[in-house]
């Protein structure tokens, strides 16, 4: 019995160091200010964030960047993968572990200042002709839900950009958080386009795998809200989104 039991303790014990040694991989698409890729390495808000949750921790990880359907998929099926930044949806709610929130955003619906536009409801965004929006976008499947016949889905937010700039489009959809960057590749500037109303508001999270370990997904979250107390995520937040403001810590 001794020698089963000291078997058993070690084989406990290797299990134990092995999930504390466990790298993970944490994922996310090119998407400003949260994370793109300048000189061959990897900025952004987010990205920021989780460096230092890394440092924090201890732990073993690696950012990498990929688009949106194929880190998602692997997000679903591996262990120890975290994906940021990711709208925390019902839908979305039991297929991850959540950390968080970074970011809270508004999406509105804008037009152009110079056609002069007004939309109050969605009938309006229904009769403005075609809708532009990416496809993998969760407002895209709101949309859809919500039956508005005039949705025309996209393979990227460029594309949506540029065909509103040649006026193939009287409406886009983004969010304030994202706005500028959104429009600069197709040369346009936050003061070319006038607000409409707030079509849904949306908070970001870092989504570990469900085989990830609990206790590591604890972790982070108590060492983000260790962030928000000594100041370090306001910084960086004010760094790289001076004009929006702070999620609301959960409670």
Not at 65 to 92: H, K, N, S
Not at 110 to 133: F, H, I, M, R, W
Not at 220 to 234: H, I, T, V
Request: with cysteine; hydrophobic share 45%; net charge negative.
């Amino acid at each position: 019995m001794d020698l089963l039991r000291r078997y058993v303790v070690l084989v406990v014990a290797m299990l134990i160091c092995a999930q504390a040694h466990a790298e993970l991989r944490i994922l996310t698409e090119p998407g400003p200010p949260t994370a793109f890729m300048k000189d061959g390495e990897l900025h952004g808000f987010g990205v920021d964030v989780v460096r230092q949750l890394i440092t924090r921790t201890g732990g073993h990880a690696q950012i990498e960047m990929m688009p949106w359907t194929r880190a998602y998929t692997i997000a679903q099926r591996e262990p120890d993968v975290g994906l940021f930044a990711m709208v925390r949806t019902p839908d979305r709610e039991k297929r991850f572990q959540w950390v968080g929130p970074l970011l809270h955003g508004k999406v509105r619906f804008y037009s152009l200042k110079s056609n002069g536009l007004q939309v109050n409801t969605l009938e309006d965004v229904a009769a403005s002709g075609p809708l532009a929006v990416p496809k993998q976008w969760y407002s895209y499947e709101v949309l859809k839900d919500q039956g508005l016949n005039n949705v025309y889905g996209v393979p990227t937010p460029k594309t949506m950009v540029t065909m509103f700039r040649h006026g193939r489009v009287n409406l886009i959809m983004l969010e304030d958080i994202l706005l500028g960057d959104m429009l600069a590749p197709a040369g346009l500037k936050p003061a070319d386009v006038q607000p409409q109303m707030v079509f849904m508001e949306s908070s970001y999270y870092i989504a570990f795998s469900l085989d990830t370990d609990p206790a590591i997904v604890a972790t982070w979250q108590n060492e983000l809200a260790e962030m928000r107390r000594d100041g370090s995520f306001s910084a960086i937040f004010r760094q790289w989104l001076p004009d929006i403001e702070l999620p609301e810590a959960p409670r």
